[in-house]
């Protein structure tokens, strides 16, 4: 028995092997390898088939700027997959439960989103600091705000994404015991 209801967040080991390692190196048994065969074996075949369908519909209602982000969001949403699927062997836990995984991925997409938005829409970025109809007294302190609750922002899902996994596992445990 857990000696605290934490402990089960703890990085668990075997024969003194963290697991977690096993299962962060176990997803690229799943990536294609390439071949100079016509034809493929079942595997790569469906795993082809599935990134093909997977990115058609993720980039379905996206135009054709958007396109350039295919290869970047279904290499995070493999990995995001395959590592949650890893989270329910017996003895392993997610490591999406982990805020630093969580904030790694947060802040360089929020960083990336923030500095295209403002080098191909400056004026578009740099609006929405500003409502529209705001009395004059108001924008100075409104724009300070505003720039605050956008480097935030970042923090706060990160937060809030940990937080939501972790109550749920806790919530398990709770009910287990």
Do not use: C
């Amino acid at each position: 028995m857990a000696l605290n209801f934490f402990d089960q967040f703890l990085s668990p080991t075997h024969l003194g092997i963290p697991l977690v390692l096993i299962a962060m190196i176990f997803p690229w048994v799943l990536y294609p390898s390439p071949s100079n065969r016509w034809l493929n074996n079942r595997l790569v075949t469906l795993q082809g088939q599935f990134f093909n369908r997977f990115t058609q519909q993720l980039l379905l209602p996206l135009n054709q700027g958007g396109h350039k982000w295919a290869l970047i969001l279904l290499s995070l949403m493999v990995f995001l997959l395959s590592i949650n699927m890893l989270g329910m062997l017996p003895y392993t836990f997610t490591p999406t439960t982990q805020l630093s995984l969580n904030m790694g991925f947060a802040v360089p997409f929020w960083l990336a989103t923030v500095i295209i938005g403002m080098r191909n829409q400056p004026t578009a970025a740099l609006g929405h600091l500003l409502p529209e109809g705001t009395p004059v007294p108001l924008i100075p302190v409104l724009i300070i705000i505003e720039t605050i609750s956008l480097f935030i922002r970042p923090i706060a899902l990160g937060v809030r994404l940990t937080a939501n996994l972790t109550a749920g596992h806790l919530l398990i445990q709770l009910i287990a015991t």
